[in-house]
């Protein structure tokens, strides 16, 4: 598993719903923003992958909502690499209240890299050899 | 499983991305919206539900993305009471081109009902007695 | 001006904010749905514009709140074509109640017609020619 | 008019529609984001203007669009409270890639406060002396 500094989103008012809680399918979204923030800091920007040729493309994804957010609070969203193969990678996500320890939401999905026509393919040599470093580094 | 007609939703412009298929968080909604027509067929609006001091909070949720929709395209989006409990009902899910007999996205959510206090609390009465009524017929 | 029948839309859980109104920035997700019914009608639908080579890109919007619009309410949201010169379109709208004559909502947005690069173009031909024969009609 | 520094916001990948464009809507919501960080900074964050039982109503919005934004830009969003009456207020926006100097978008809103009834009331007396204030400031 590699995980970074989580990614901090602030809930914004249209985000929520008449409950005044944060509304349960954006939190499939806040771990879209968290997940790129991961690819760029451990690669590089998702865009530029796309922009190469490849899509990373969500095969599922699973949550649990746990406890509520609120309008306007702060969250820290963790994005976790959770597993990787051939063809696809996992991510593990973890939702709190920025420095809280009280879990909100936890999640996974996981992706697969195809090519310009649709087709499945094995995700980019670069991330491979970056992936296979830190797989040692972590035996 | 208690299943009702599919509802229909025309893929907006707003809900797919830059590689012009639909964004895998709309269809996290797509149920939703499927779910409220099924609560609104099979009981009453869910607006109703609210207003009666009851919320249906979403637990958890998993999706799989078999294949891509994109915009424009009509979708027959199916939501089939799957379970229920206590104070917990489940739905599946099912998303064709409207017509069409190839599974786009599956789905599950899990739901539990609260009070205005946000405490988990038995299922109204009234719909309670109108599931037991078909759990018998299902016999 | 050229009207067609509207587009009917009922509020989704997803687009009411706190307090329990449609939230003001969907409105104008509105006026889109409404806007791309307008053209499938009356010409053909807007994907197929894309598909040609051309975009319709918004250059300016309007909008006034009259009145807010509450979840599950069904509304009728008409666009009705303004006017038109060699590259741009205009679109007025106005959401009211469905079957109500209370305005909620009115607007008017700006279009320009691009090509592949990106650059402002002429209308489509077949649609020029559409049009000029309503001008007619309408004189 | 009163300035405070921009906001700063990334366009996310659900952001975007299938131009790879940010998606006209969006920028209204981008308004939002900006406006609440104004409020947050010039008085105390809107949530607590809800609390106390007030709302900020948009009554009116325009847009327009001059130039694209696109998929991971970062942005710059200004705020500026453009005036002020008895319970009205106005903001005007400019949106810029960060510490770019080509507008990207330009925009007013104007709001009305309401109470809890969603009668139309003056504004919170505290917001009304801290506006004063900078009036006076400004002279």
Redesign the interface.
Known sequence: MIGLPPTFIRV???D?????FL????Y??YF??AR?DWIRRFWR???EI?DAGY?L?????????LK?AR??DELEVHADLAGWGRSRIEFNYRIQLRGGDVLICTGQTTHCFIDRS?TPTGMPGELRALLDSHRTEGT
Not at 16 to 20: E, K
Not at 23 to 26: A, F, I, K, M, R
Not at 57 to 65: F, G
């Open positions: 914004r008012y249209s929520v719903d008449r409950t005044g509304y349960h399918v954006n499939l979204e879209e923003v790129s920007p998702y865009k796309e899509a493309v969500v095969i599922e994804a699973r949550l649990k909502y509520p309008y306007d649709g």
